[in-house]
Structure formats: structure tokens, C-alpha cells
């Protein structure tokens, strides 16, 4: 006999660790890295992101690339994971 599976709740999108300019510089200094090495990862150019830890807003897809680039393995993980079953 075979149950009839309910749908997959839409799970919830994982904190993003980098809202701010701020968060980013602190991590960037302390990965000791430059503005043209931190950024390149990203490609963004030095410019881009020296506006954005200035405060100028992080678009959401820099801040998505800025969390699986730099954030945990875990993090990382869940923001893929979550990523894909939004398809």
C-alpha cells in the first residue's frame, strides 16, 4: 500500500551573513586581503566593491555570491540547497 506524500513545504531562505559593508570589510581584513584580491572572487570590480563597503547598497546576488565565496561550508550548503529547490 503507498501513501500519498504531501508537498515539500517552500523552505525559508538562510540568513544571508553579510548584510552590510561593514560585515564585508571585517571579513575582508580579517582574510587579509586586499579590496582587488577579495573582490575579484566575485567579479567585481575593486571600484564595486569599495563603493559597497562604503555603504552603497549590496545588490541580493552579489550578496548570494558574497555568502557562498566567503561564508561557511555549512552556510554555504544550505544557501545551494535552498537555491535549487526553488525550482
Not at 550578496?63 to 561550508?73: D, F, S, V, W
Request: aromatic share 6%; glycine share 10%; net charge positive.
Amino acid at each position: 500500500m503507498t501513501t500519498p506524500t504531501s508537498p515539500a513545504k517552500p523552505r525559508k531562505q538562510p540568513a544571508l551573513r553579510f548584510k552590510t559593508g561593514d560585515d564585508v570589510r571585517e571579513m575582508r581584513k580579517k582574510l587579509g586581503l586586499n579590496q582587488a584580491e577579495f573582490w575579484s572572487r566575485l567579479s567585481v570590480t575593486q571600484s564595486g566593491g569599495s563603493r559597497y563597503e562604503s555603504g552603497r547598497s549590496i545588490p541580493g546576488p552579489v550578496r548570494l555570491l558574497l555568502h557562498m565565496t566567503y561564508g561557511t561550508e555549512k552556510q554555504a550548503a544550505d544557501l545551494l540547497a535552498w537555491l535549487r529547490g526553488m525550482g
